[in-house]
């Protein structure tokens, strides 16, 4: 089942179906390996920057 996204409706939630909605497989595996491969490119190139030394990173989350 395709969804056909309305222009009033931004959000993923806005759907009618949500959260039960179904998606066609054969069309977003592609995209995702595509959307993984770039990520892990991205990752690589941050990664070879320089980097400052830091000794303690703190995540605060919330």
């Known amino acids: 089942m395709m969804i056909a996204i309305r ?3 931004i959000w993923i939630w ?13 069309i977003i595996e592609p995209k995702l390996r595509e ?3 770039h990520q892990g490119i ?7 920057q320089h ?3 830091i000794k ?7």
């Open 51 to 53: 980097k400052p030394k």
């Open 14 to 26: 806005e759907l009618d179906d949500w959260p039960d909605f179904s998606c066609d497989k054969s």
């Open 35 to 37: 959307v993984r491969l």
């Open 42 to 48: 991205l990752l690589v190139k941050i990664s070879s």
């Open 56 to 62: 303690h990173v703190r995540y605060v989350i919330g």
């Open 7 to 9: 222009e009033d409706k």
